[in-house]
C-alpha cells in the first residue's frame, strides 16, 4: 500500500490558455466544513472530457474559466477532516467523485450526494484514479439500460469509457460483446480485455450519405456475426464514440424492442433515423456521469477482481511532466509508440 504522502504546500497544474499549460502555488487548505474531508491527489487520470477543454476552451455550452485545474479522475490521501466526519481519517486513501452539489434537491437527497470513497486494501490508488470513468460505465450498463443477464451486447468506441463499459457488461453477465471501432489497435485490445466479437468499421462510399452508409453498415454486421438468426440479435447497443454515423448504425443494429443508449458526446444536434426507433419499438436512452451506487459497485467490482483496471494504464508521467501525458492523449500514443488507452498523471507528492 502507497505511503501517505501529506503535502506542506499546494502546487497546481493549470491550463494558462488553450492547449497551454502552466504550474503555480496556492494556498494550501486546510479547514474543511464539519462535513466535508481535504485530499491531496496522488493519481490523476487524463479523460477525453479533459482534452476537449483543453484543446477548444469550451465546456459543454459554457465557455471554461482561466485558469483552471483539469483533471477530474483522481484518488489520493486524506489531509483533513471535518469536525463531524466519523467514516474517513487522515492518511486514508480514497476515490473522489467530481461534482458539486446543492443538497437540497430531490437528487441530493435521494443520495446523489457522496463525493468521496476509501479504498480497500488491494486496490491501488491508479485503480482508485479508475474508478471515475468505471463508475460512470455501471450507471450505462446497471443504471440506465438495466441490461439483463445473457443479453447480446455492441459497443461502439474502443476507448477508455468503451472498455470499461464492455467489462461491466461482461461482469455483469453479457453473453456476447461486440466492439467496434475505426482503430485496429484499439480492437485488438478491446479483444484480450473483454471483447468477445470484434468489428472495424467500414469506409463510406463515395458520396455516401450517413443514413445510407448506416443502413448498409448495420446490415453487414449482421451479415458477419449472424445477427439475424433468432436469439442472436443485439439486445443492448451503446454508443460511446458520439460519431453520428455511430448512433444511426447503432439504432439500426438494435433489435426489435431492443435498448439503445447513447453515452458520448458529440455533435449538439444529430440525425436520427425515427422511423426505424418507432416500427422496432427501440428505447433510446441517455447516459451522464453516475448516479447512487455507482461508485461502490465499481469499487467491489474491483476488489472482487471481476474487472481489471491496471491493463488500461499504457503511460504514466510525473506532475512536472504534464504537458507531455496531455500529448500523448491528444496523439493516442506515447513517447514509446505504444497506444495510449489511459495515461496517468502524479500528483505533486507522489
Request: glycine share 10%; hydrophobic share 40%; with cysteine.
Amino acid at each position: 500500500m502507497e505511503p501517505a504522502n501529506l503535502p506542506s504546500a499546494n502546487y497546481v497544474c493549470i491550463m494558462q490558455a488553450k492547449g497551454k499549460l502552466g504550474w503555480e502555488s496556492r494556498a494550501l487548505l486546510t479547514e474543511p466544513g464539519p462535513y466535508e474531508v481535504v485530499v491531496a491527489p496522488q493519481k490523476t487520470g487524463i479523460c477525453g472530457s479533459d482534452m476537449h477543454v483543453f484543446l477548444s476552451e469550451s465546456a459543454g455550452k459554457d465557455a471554461s474559466k482561466k485558469p483552471i485545474v483539469l483533471g477530474h479522475e483522481s484518488a489520493g490521501f486524506v489531509t483533513n477532516v471535518g469536525s463531524q466526519v466519523t467514516t474517513l481519517k487522515v492518511g486514508d486513501r480514497v476515490a473522489m467523485e467530481p461534482g458539486k452539489y446543492c443538497l437540497r434537491c430531490e437528487f441530493c437527497k435521494g443520495g446523489s450526494s457522496d463525493v468521496c470513497y476509501k479504498l480497500p486494501d488491494g486496490i491501488s490508488l491508479e485503480e482508485g484514479a479508475l474508478i471515475e470513468p468505471l463508475a460512470v460505465a455501471i450507471m450505462v450498463v446497471s443504471s440506465v439500460a438495466q441490461m439483463p443477464h445473457n443479453a447480446n451486447v455492441t459497443v461502439f468506441g474502443a476507448g477508455p469509457v468503451g472498455l470499461l463499459t464492455m467489462a461491466v457488461a461482461k461482469a455483469l453477465g453479457a453473453r456476447r460483446i461486440l466492439a467496434i471501432d475505426v482503430q485496429e489497435q484499439r480492437l485488438a485490445f478491446a479483444k484480450e480485455y473483454a471483447a468477445t466479437d470484434i468489428h472495424s468499421s467500414l469506409p463510406k462510399e463515395a458520396g455516401e450519405d450517413s443514413i445510407t452508409y448506416a443502413q448498409r453498415h448495420a446490415q453487414a454486421i449482421s451479415d458477419k456475426f449472424g445477427l439475424d438468426a433468432p436469439g442472436r440479435g443485439m439486445d443492448l447497443v451503446m454508443d460511446c464514440s458520439g460519431a453520428e454515423v455511430c448512433i444511426q448504425t447503432g439504432i439500426f443494429l438494435t433489435k426489435r424492442r431492443g435498448t439503445y443508449v447513447q453515452v458520448g458526446a458529440g455533435m449538439p444536434n444529430v440525425l436520427v433515423p425515427m422511423v426505424t426507433v418507432l416500427v422496432k419499438e427501440i428505447r433510446i436512452k441517455g447516459s451522464l456521469r453516475y448516479g447512487p451506487g455507482c461508485y461502490d459497485m465499481a469499487i467491489d467490482l474491483v476488489h472482487q477482481g471481476r474487472v481489471q483496471l491496471k491493463q488500461l494504464i499504457t503511460h504514466r508521467f510525473p506532475f512536472n511532466q504534464a504537458d507531455l501525458a496531455f500529448k500523448t492523449t491528444k496523439d493516442g500514443v506515447g513517447p514509446d509508440g505504444r497506444v495510449a488507452i489511459k495515461t496517468i498523471i502524479d500528483g505533486p507528492t507522489a
